[in-house]
């Protein structure tokens, strides 16, 4: 507190100041501004950088060269992490105009490329990232997935005392170029691009041959992140994200914490109980807030919604977090997750009651025609989901069907698919058979038994789910195979399976999920003419629906079963 004093105070006297006595009370601010930022305290760190910034001559970048590179690479930072981008373009284009090497403009570069993600600029943010790993004698190489896994491997094959002897990495140029491949690797994971393989790649190689270092960590979170999945390599995923935390904890990799533990902790909430990943994803979020990792805090702050909403969090207090967190990426400039989170409380907004029309995901938050045109592909397999599974929960299959289609055209182009820990696929399922009860003459049986729809086999693949995830997906499994049994006639076991399904969602407490067991149930029976059991199932789902808060889907059924 004394030092920040008395630098307020020599900067009141700045007037009086020679030449000499402002260059040393220019360093002073640097100082100060560095020891708020290591408090969070963004704010006054900004102000203590711009006040030293005002105490350099006209000719700071010949007389104090090192001096004028860290006080306005450390303000563009900052204001960076206060979400004030255009005096990040502003700085950052004076740095680069005014920067004597390549090495003296990494940071601009850096903070400009993390600008220009976050504002959505996602090719540019990407074709940045390339130019300046070209200028680093880096330039991109055709990388398949294959090559990035016999890469990965290589790793995942070590003990962790031969993977804790690697030394670290003494290189700074090296280091400098993991920089910009940690960033490319993020920006490229939301693009179409073809580059994310070259650059995990290129990381784990540079790990190999010069040593380890913080951004290695992110490399081996952000594997463990894309290889999870039903189609994925769960042993490589669960290996990388261990050594990434062994890996975080060795190097104390404070920056780079909050993204290491929110990709390890989704790809562990695959086998993990999903509601344990829901506090994993709030620390990440935290952490990023305390360190000033800004964007990889909101994404954390994204990703925990979509958990509580996956978990069915009752709606009004996902609405509010939503809110809460929209608000700030609104604050902070952080586009693209406020995009991501949107939709999100759209829809929770539609299921409440709060929309015109529940299937048309346009109201107060946003314009579903407008964000479709707008938003990366990535996003709009998340867009494309919400809308199916809307459409699917107010007996709209062809609707739900139709959007199925539209995201699985989308995805071919993408880097990794969303599959939300089987929610995905669960719905997918739900939505083929819903379609082949309207139209059971498309409805066939292969010799073995599976339901086969135009190549598509429900229990098989969530059988494949359960036996990879099984502790978030038993009563979805339960479900499907209710339906499937049924379309094919199998009344009894249809029975058991639907009271199984509605049971284990219980247990887990997904309310959401137990009360579309009910409503299926109550249609089974309601198909074979049993009224009166067909209404408990329909009282217990109406119930539940109200619970969970979804008055519009409470109004739907009302209306749609005899009660």
């Not at 990388?143 to 690697?166: G, I, Y």
């Not at 989704?266 to 990023?288: F, H, N, V």
Request: glycine share 6%; charged share 25%.
């Amino acid at each position: 507190n004394i030092f920040f004093i008395a630098t307020n105070q020599l900067n009141r006297g700045k007037l009086a100041m020679d030449e000499g006595m402002k260059e040393l009370a220019a360093n002073l601010n640097l100082k100060a501004g560095h020891e708020a930022t290591s408090l969070s305290a963004f704010e006054d760190s900004s102000v203590y950088f711009a006040a030293g910034i005002s105490l350099l001559c006209n000719d700071c970048w010949n007389k104090s060269n090192e001096l004028s590179i860290q006080l306005h690479s450390s303000y563009a930072e900052v204001e960076f992490c206060n979400g004030r981008f255009d005096e990040v373009g502003r700085v950052t284009k004076i740095i680069i105009e005014n920067a004597k090497s390549l090495e003296d403009r990494l940071s601009a570069y850096s903070t400009l490329i993390r600008t220009l993600g976050a504002q959505k600029q996602l090719r540019n943010a990407i074709e940045l990232s390339l130019s300046v790993l070209g200028d680093l004698g880096e330039p991109v190489q055709h990388t398949s997935r294959e090559n990035l896994l016999k890469t990965v491997h290589v790793f995942t094959k070590m003990e962790d005392s031969q993977f804790s002897r690697l030394k670290k990495m003494d290189d700074n140029k090296k280091g400098a170029v993991m920089k910009f491949l940690h960033t490319l690797s993020f920006h490229c994971l939301f693009a179409e691009s073809k580059h994310l393989p070259f650059a995990l790649n290129r990381m784990l190689e540079l790990t190999l041959s010069d040593g380890v270092c913080k951004e290695s960590c992110s490399a081996f979170a952000l594997i463990s992140f894309i290889f999870c999945g039903l189609h994925g390599d769960w042993t490589g995923s669960s290996r990388t994200g261990e050594l990434a935390l062994l890996l975080l904890e060795r190097l104390q990799a404070r920056e780079y914490e909050s993204n290491v533990r929110n990709f390890v902790s989704t790809a562990q909430s695959w086998t993990d109980p999903m509601r344990l990943t829901i506090k994993k994803k709030l620390t990440s979020y935290e952490i990023g807030m305390q360190t000033g990792a800004i964007g990889d805090a909101m994404y954390s702050a994204g990703v925990y919604c979509y958990f509580l909403f996956f978990c069915g969090a009752e709606l009004p207090i996902l609405e509010k977090d939503c809110r809460r967190f929209i608000k700030q990426m609104s604050e902070y400039k952080q586009i693209l997750e406020k995009y991501r989170v949107t939709v999100l409380l759209q829809t929770a907004l539609n299921l409440m009651g709060k929309s015109n029309n529940p299937l048309d995901l346009t109201s107060e938050t946003m314009v579903q025609s407008q964000y479709i045109e707008e938003c990366p592909k990535q996003m709009k397999c998340g867009f494309y989901i919400l809308s199916s599974w809307l459409a699917y929960l107010f007996g709209e299959y062809e609707l739900a069907s139709s959007a199925v289609s539209s995201r699985m055209e989308v995805e071919k182009n993408t880097n990794k698919k969303i599959e939300w820990c089987g929610m995905t696929l669960f719905y997918d399922c739900l939505i083929y058979l819903a379609v082949e009860k309207r139209d059971q003459k498309r409805f066939a049986s292969d010799i073995s038994g599976k339901t086969k729809m135009c190549g598509f086999y429900p229990r098989a693949l969530m059988k494949k789910l359960v036996d990879y995830a099984p502790l978030n997906n038993q009563h979805r499994l339960l479900l499907i195979e209710a339906e499937v049994a049924s379309l094919e006639g199998e009344h009894d076991i249809a029975i058991e399976k639907y009271d199984s399904a509605i049971a284990a969602a219980e247990v887990i407490g997904f309310l959401h999920e137990q009360a579309i067991g009910n409503e299926r149930a109550g249609d089974f029976f309601l198909a074979h003419g049993r009224i009166k059991r067909a209404t408990r199932y329909y009282g217990h789902a109406i119930d539940l629906y109200r619970r969970w808060g979804a008055q519009a889907k409470v109004n739907h059924l009302c209306k749609q079963v005899p009660i």
